[in-house]
């Protein structure tokens, strides 16, 4: 499976997992890089075949190639009886250019070169919106940021726009992503220039978590003008794609990222759409995915706003005026404190409220511990140590210090 | 009934009905003409107790008065058990004040000076939609204006708004008003300053029928700055209201006259509305009565457009951007043809199909005849006579020359 670079896969895969990786792992986590870069963003028969027979079987299976009978009967062996002997063969054939074990390394080498890291949708931090995707979920994220962003996923609202905005629908913009951030809301946008980089800019500025979803590898931002905005929220934030490093952005790409962009949101608002508007795509995947939709209407005698108009008219999209409007399209419960949710799920010895006993645990109330010592003593992964490190702290039941972390009298 | 004028009120009943009178038409004319003045518009009693006693026979029991026991004795009689003896008590305490017959003289002295005739619920141009008023609908109707624009109400849109306009609203009220007059409207408002105005105005400009509904008589124009365009509005549309001549518009007039737009229009549609506009009280009339309801969008940063968009978010109007959208809220059937109607009516002796076959025969196709030759001819009414020749216009089945109305050889 691994080719020739067996010996330099191990690391790589170890630095953009971050976590050990024993051969299990390390055998799921490079299939999934591969087949991030092997699928087209929203392949069906990819997710299917992955999900009945696991990536790294499935990747050696398109490697091999086997045959289509055989990969048939295999498939059906799992329970997958939706997918045809056509579909196998017609998806082997656009697979196998794209199957060399050397691209999947090589992204896995500018990930690591860039410090971008691969998120599966088994870790704690995978956006857990984005699983209602189904069969067309992605196979992979590739992300450069915070965990903290990630983790304020739950919590966030999609403001997307289109491109040509004009000043009134970045007015609004800045007042909504201020607005919301100031009602505890994440935002996640695309990037683009116009109301996406407006809705970005003004969640720094407020100081609060903000997401982008690329269409192509998160190693080259795109568009190379908001380069110095994606580095930034790269630093504070979090750039996330679902394609490999190296991977340019393609009209289709574009319109399978708007898909996660309404996946990973509690709520998408449409700030200013031309009739046409890539924006009014990325509102058609919100609906299908039951997701709530608002948008902003503006003058009608604007063209950037008659996508707004044609959504509230056409598409059931509520009329949002203001942040609090937009806030009730998918109102926030109260932080739940992760103490309390400690308490109310499993806590048996692999479930969440395990994980932080043994995180308290494994803390101090004098002595502060970097997170590689607290996970270490925790016997838990540097990843889920810092994703309960920052739920904890929203909580105020972690405080981090100087030379590390400790628990606070609420954390006892 | 008549008091001591009975001499001056038969010329001038006449004058005011446009059409001869014999005593029972006399004593309904004045009587609803008193009514008119007598009962605040939107008076449930005085509708329940008008449409089961009469008007003639009310007034008379007002007049009286009448005592309570045997009022409502004579109302039960008439088979109306939905007025209690407590409500015949109260109304006929705030009626005996108003109910003296020199008010009702006035009001018709002064209808007959400035040439307002005055409408009631059996004339072949009262408003239908007026009726879907149930007991709450005007006893009467006082008019200033043209039978073409009374005609026209069947295909009417209500424009409407705030006074305190914006330039924006403005220019889309015009842009409405226009476009709908295009499209085969009929404009109907209420002849404020701002919105009202603006959609009078416009729809005067493109030669359209239009018609104000005012909260007090006909009379005395109000706004008094409006008085060139009511007067404007009076010669080649309609001034309506049922208040008689010498009544002052009050706060409670106003209310009350938004459910005649409402109700005579057969969509009603908000182009500028503060969070509190009274345009918002027209709007839920219009709902109420089962109306279809648009609002026109704005710039989420005008206050004078806050109201719309409530009405969108909230009260479940359609978002409008355009005439064509406008008109889509209630889309004309192609204008039906008189003779196609009169084929598919009544064809006896009282019937609609038989004044227009008593019409035609007594239109000539070479000589033109004046409306009075003609509603001699045909044994009609003058305003019957106007009414269907209108209408009859419109279908290219009679013409008005130079000294008056042939008959087209399709209306042969």
């Not at 931002?221 to 380069?227: A, L, R």
């Not at 319109?255 to 759409?273: D, F, H």
């Not at 970097?370 to 490190?389: E, F, I």
Request: hydrophobic letters at 45%.
């Amino acid at each position: 499976m691994f080719g020739q670079n067996e010996n330099e896969i191990l690391p790589l895969a170890t630095a953009v997992a971050g976590r050990d990786l024993d051969r299990d792992d390390l055998e799921e986590v490079f299939a999934r890089a591969a087949w991030s870069g092997i699928a087209e963003p929203g392949d069906g028969t990819a997710g299917a075949v992955v999900a009945r027979l696991g990536a790294a079987t499935a990747l050696r299976a398109v490697l091999g190639p086997w045959p289509v009978s055989e990969f048939s009967a295999r498939l059906r062996e799992a329970g997958a009886d939706d997918v045809s002997d056509d579909q196998v063969h017609a998806a082997l054939e656009r697979w196998a250019p794209r199957a060399g074990a050397p691209d999947a390394v090589g992204a896995l080498r500018q990930a690591a070169r860039v410090g971008a890291r691969l998120l599966l949708p088994t870790d704690a931090l995978w956006p857990v919106g984005i699983d209602d995707l189904g069969s067309h979920a992605p196979l992979a994220l590739w992300v450069r940021g915070t965990d903290d962003a990630l983790i304020a996923l739950p919590r966030a609202m999609a403001l997307v726009g289109a491109r040509a905005a004009t000043g009134y629908g970045e007015h609004i913009t800045m007042e909504a992503s201020a607005g919301l951030v100031d009602r505890g809301y994440a935002i996640v946008s695309g990037a683009a220039y116009g109301i996406d980089g407006m809705a970005h800019r003004a969640a720094l500025a407020s100081n609060g978590h903000t997401v982008a979803f690329l269409a192509g590898g998160v190693d080259r931002f795109y568009p190379s003008g908001h380069d110095a905005l994606l580095t930034r929220i790269a630093e504070t934030g979090a750039v996330i794609s679902e394609l490999p490093c190296g991977q340019a952005p393609t009209k289709w790409r574009f319109l399978q990222r708007n898909r996660l962009i309404a996946a990973a949101s509690i709520a998408t608002v449409v700030l200013e759409a031309g009739w046409r508007s890539g924006s009014l795509n990325t509102a058609a995947h919100a609906t299908t995915l039951g997701r709530p939709l608002g948008a902003v209407p503006g003058p009608v005698t604007s063209a950037a706003s008659a996508g707004c108009h044609r959504l509230i008219r056409d598409y059931t999209a509520v009329c949002v005026t203001n942040p609090d409007e937009m806030a009730a399209l998918a109102p926030l419960a109260p932080a739940p404190s992760a103490l309390d949710r400690a308490e109310s799920e499993d806590t048996g010895p692999d479930g969440r409220g395990a994980e932080l006993t043994r995180l308290l645990d494994a803390l101090s109330v004098r002595s502060p511990r970097v997170v590689s010592d607290v996970a270490a003593r925790a016997g838990m992964s540097l990843a889920a140590v810092r994703a309960l490190l920052g739920s904890l702290e929203l909580d105020g039941a972690v405080a981090e210090r100087e030379r590390g972390w400790v628990k606070t009298p609420a954390g006892r």
